[in-house]
Nanobody
Framework: QVQLVESGGGLVQAGGSLRLSCAASGRTVSSAAMAWFRQAPGKAREFVAGIMLSGGGTDYADSVRGRFTISRDNAKNMVYLQMNSLNPEDSGVYYC???????????????????WGQGTQVTVSS
């Protein structure tokens, strides 16, 4: 059984920071990669950042590169997203995803490749 539980969302002013956490259990621990996506009202779910569980390679959307940092603690089955210099365009529901593939050698940005948690709301006020 796959289970992903996100936490750490909330309301923050522009320029502020938040740290999201994702606790993974079940078959997710053998996933090739973990990722964070976000979804604003009326918009498609979009890739934010991903990390390979073997080797630790990372990938970021251009809109967040240099401001967000994804990291993982394999021993604790945790994935984190440190978000700095937040702006209102970063608002949305943030979802933790576990790649359905166990042997993929890259971080896919395709949303349908992932299993999801329930999401955590991030709201950035101007």
């Amino acid at each position: 059984q796959v289970q992903l539980v996100e936490s750490g969302g909330g309301l923050v002013q522009a320029g502020g920071s938040l740290r999201l956490s994702c606790a993974a259990s079940g078959r997710t621990v053998s996933s090739a990669a973990m990722a964070w996506f976000r979804q604003a009202p009326g918009k498609a779910r979009e890739f934010v950042a991903g990390i390979m569980l073997s080797g630790g390679g990372t990938d970021y959307a251009d809109s967040v590169r240099g401001r967000f940092t994804i990291s993982r603690d394999n021993a604790k089955n945790m994935v984190y997203l440190q978000m700095n210099s937040l702006n209102p365009e970063d608002s949305g529901v943030y979802y933790c995803g576990a790649d359905r593939a166990t042997s993929r050698h890259y971080i896919t940005r395709a949303a349908d490749s992932y299993r999801w948690g329930q999401g955590t709301q991030v709201t950035v006020s101007s």
